[in-house]
C-alpha cells in the first residue's frame, strides 16, 4: 500500500524559507517521478515541481528560481525547499506519485506566508 506523509508547513513571513519532506512508504521514491502540488482556497490544484527517476526536474512558472525539489533514496524522501516565499505562495501543500495508473496523495502540509 502506497502512503505518502508531508511535514514541514507551518507560518512563515515573506521572503522567508521552509523545507517540506514527503516520506514514502510502497514505493521506492528513486524509480517514479515524484510531485509536489499545492491548492489555494478557491484555487484549482497546480503543479509546483517534480522530480524524476533521473533526476530531471520540472517547475511551475511561479517558483522558478526560489523553489528546488529533491530527494534522498536512503530515507526514501522527497524534499521541496521553498525560499522567499511569498503570500500568494500560501496553499496546502501536497505530495504526488501515480503508481501502477493511480494517483497517490499525501494527506498535504498548509503553508501561509505573511505580508
Known amino acids: 500500500q502506497v502512503q505518502l506523509v508531508e511535514s514541514g508547513g507551518g507560518l512563515v513571513q515573506a521572503g522567508g524559507s521552509l523545507r517540506l519532506s514527503c516520506a514514502a512508504s510502497?514505493?521506492?521514491?528513486?524509480?517514479?517521478?515524484m510531485g509536489w502540488y499545492r491548492q489555494a482556497p478557491g484555487k484549482q490544484r497546480e503543479l509546483v515541481a517534480s522530480?524524476?527517476?533521473?533526476?530531471?526536474?520540472n517547475y511551475g512558472d511561479s517558483v522558478k528560481g526560489r523553489f528546488t525539489v529533491s530527494r534522498d533514496n536512503a530515507k526514501n524522501t522527497v524534499y521541496l525547499e521553498m525560499n522567499s516565499l511569498k503570500p500568494e505562495d500560501t496553499a496546502v501543500y501536497y505530495c504526488?506519485?501515480?503508481?501502477?495508473?493511480?494517483?497517490?496523495w499525501g494527506q498535504g502540509t498548509q503553508v501561509t506566508v505573511s505580508s
Open positions: 504526488n506519485v501515480v503508481w501502477r495508473d493511480h494517483n497517490y
Open positions: 510502497g514505493i521506492i521514491v528513486s524509480i517514479y517521478t
Open positions: 522530480i524524476s527517476n533521473y533526476y530531471s526536474t
